[in-house]
């Protein structure tokens, strides 16, 4: 009998990409969105995840009854934001719901399963933008961060149970939406030298991190955080000053 693996944010993006993986591994994959496109073997069920009761519904209709959800992963997110004294209270909470509050929720609902099972892994897509700021999203910046903190908490209190906690945190990954955000090739390849790699991620690598940490490979790995942006957050300053600086620095040109 295939697993079944609920994956939230399904639809687009760094989702669609986890839901393919875990499908071509061959698991029953559901996915939860406000869409619901088609990709083969995948499963969609059109889900509010910042609304208690849809959520509960969603993840009753997953598996048949007596079964339980053997792996959650958390895709759905909000990136927008501006500077906080710019910032309605309204579209704070927007935020948060979206990145923070649907996390709860949905782990909320498939725990009393994984605890009869004695066994689950859940894997909790956050951000490096906890660990370096970027302008203008304090929101989200603070809900990737509490779902670090959060995913540390559920590994220490679930554990005895046989269920693990990873939180992903993807740096810049070539989305739609995170490509509509640069302004041209200019700020493409300064991104690409903003880490050691000379690189940004791909969806797919984001989707095979996820398999590893949700899969039996990883089974001491719970509690922890697994930064995927190409080394950016280890890069000093210095590295990203123009080439005519990095020279008077003798440093090598980009």
């Not at 700021?133 to 779902?147: D, Q, S, V």
């Amino acid at each position: 009998m295939s697993r079944t693996v609920l994956i939230t944010g399904a639809a687009g993006g760094i989702g669609r990409a986890v839901a393919a993986r875990f499908a071509a591994d061959g698991a029953r994959v559901v996915g939860l969105d406000l869409s619901d496109p088609e990709l083969p073997g995948v499963t969609y069920v059109r889900t509010d995840v910042t609304d208690a009761a849809e959520v509960a519904t969603a993840v009753r209709g997953a598996v048949p009854a007596g079964e339980a959800v053997q792996t959650l992963v958390t895709c759905a997110g909000l990136t927008e934001g501006r500077p906080l004294h710019r910032t309605t209270a309204e579209e704070w909470e927007a935020v948060l719901r979206a990145n923070l509050t649907s996390v709860y929720l949905c782990v909320r609902e498939v725990l009393p399963g994984m605890i009869t099972a004695g066994s689950g892994s859940v894997v909790t897509v956050g951000s490096v933008l906890h660990r370096t700021a970027a302008p203008g999203l304090p929101a989200y910046a603070a809900a990737k961060g509490a779902i670090a903190a959060l995913t540390r908490q559920l590994a220490v209190d679930y554990g005895q149970h046989g269920i693990r906690f990873v939180t992903v945190s993807p740096g810049w990954v070539r989305t739609p939406a995170t490509e509509s955000r640069l302004g041209d090739q200019e700020d493409l390849q300064r991104l690409r030298h903003s880490n050691p790699l000379r690189t940004l991620g791909t969806p797919e690598q984001i989707a095979a991190a996820v398999a590893y940490a949700a899969g039996p490979g990883a089974a001491l790995l719970t509690g922890t955080e697994l930064v995927l942006n190409a080394g950016a957050s280890v890069v000093s300053p210095a590295s990203l000053l123009r080439d005519t600086h990095r020279r008077q620095m003798g440093l090598p040109p980009l």
